[in-house]
């Protein structure tokens, strides 16, 4: 499976309309490819909060439109990372969307932690609930977005429902770009999965963004890695090496916690 990681970079100067053209032709060129990822929040920025309901969109908006005209263009399954969502009965989302190589929507994931701290995303978008994954010829994917990174029970809950190859679309603040790495290789190796983790470049509201997308291997190794700015990186993926990882060295099987209610043997507390 050849996947492409498209790092874009987010200028504050380039309208949002340019930029969905010029991510659309980026995506038209990786007709060879089996898998195209996109970063989150690639229209605004994932820290341009003020952007996100003056862009916020429909489902079925402009983006996905331009998306899943260039997926069916391409010939490609397209994880187009995700967009502000506008639910028309609700608040804002973070909902990442991926199209089949036909141009039709195969899955859409509200993001489920937000990040901002009583700030920002945290109070401005609304918290997704569902966990999602998407089959692929030779992989099923899971689908997780930036922060949701920061929190394994995710990734467990996404391996229990069958995924091999998980997917992280994210804008990454270069400050704590060494947790990105860490995190991304943590991921591959306590679920024994691929992991694609897709930033974006360029500065969001004046915070500059790790870019360093990366790709990792159920042992943990990096495959590839990008740099700074904007590149699409390329890699060559054996699915088999995930059922194969699992059966060689099979650490899912010897789970005990998560698996069950917990039993607590402390002393009652006195009341």
């Known amino acids: 499976m050849r996947a492409s990681l498209i790092q874009i970079a987010v200028d504050e100067g380039e309208p949002v309309d340019s930029r969905r053209r010029r991510v659309a032709a980026?995506?038209?060129?990786?007709?060879?490819?089996?898998?195209v990822v996109l970063p989150e929040l690639w229209t605004t920025g994932a820290f341009a909060y003020e952007e996100f309901g003056r862009e916020a969109e429909p489902l079925e908006g402009p983006t996905y439109e331009t998306m899943a005209?260039?997926?069916?263009d391409a010939g490609v399954w397209l994880h187009a990372g995700s967009i502000p969502e506008r639910d028309p009965e609700g608040p804002l989302y973070n909902t990442s969307l991926v199209f089949s190589p036909s141009?039709?929507?195969?899955?859409?994931y509200r993001k489920i932690h937000r990040f901002g701290f009583d700030k920002g995303e945290?109070?401005?978008m609304g918290a997704g609930r569902d966990l999602v994954t998407v089959r692929l010829p030779?992989?099923?994917?899971?689908?997780?977005t930036c922060y949701d990174l920061r929190f394994p029970e995710l990734f467990r809950g996404l391996v229990d429902a069958g995924a091999e190859t998980l997917v992280i679309p994210a804008g990454w603040p270069e400050r704590r770009r060494a947790h990105w790495t860490l995190l991304a290789q943590a991921r591959a190796v306590e679920n024994q999965a691929f992991v694609l983790a897709c930033g974006t470049a360029g500065t969001h509201a004046g915070v500059p963004q790790a870019g360093h997308s990366i790709v990792v291997d159920p042992w943990g190794e990096v495959l590839a890695e990008a740099g700074a700015g904007e590149e699409v990186l390329?890699?060559?993926l054996d699915p088999a090496k995930t059922a194969a990882t699992r059966e060689q060295f099979p650490a899912l099987k010897d789970r005990v916690l998560g698996l069950e209610p917990p039993r607590h043997r402390g002393r009652p507390r006195a009341t």
Do not use: I, M, N, P
């Not at 030779?138 to 997780?144: I, N, P, S």
């Open 122 to 124: 945290a109070v401005l």
């Open 26 to 35: 980026l995506v038209r060129e990786q007709s060879g490819a089996d898998l």
């Open 138 to 144: 030779g992989t099923t994917l899971g689908v997780a």
């Open 69 to 72: 005209e260039a997926a069916s």
């Open 234 to 236: 390329t890699v060559d």
């Open 103 to 108: 141009g039709e929507l195969a899955a859409a």
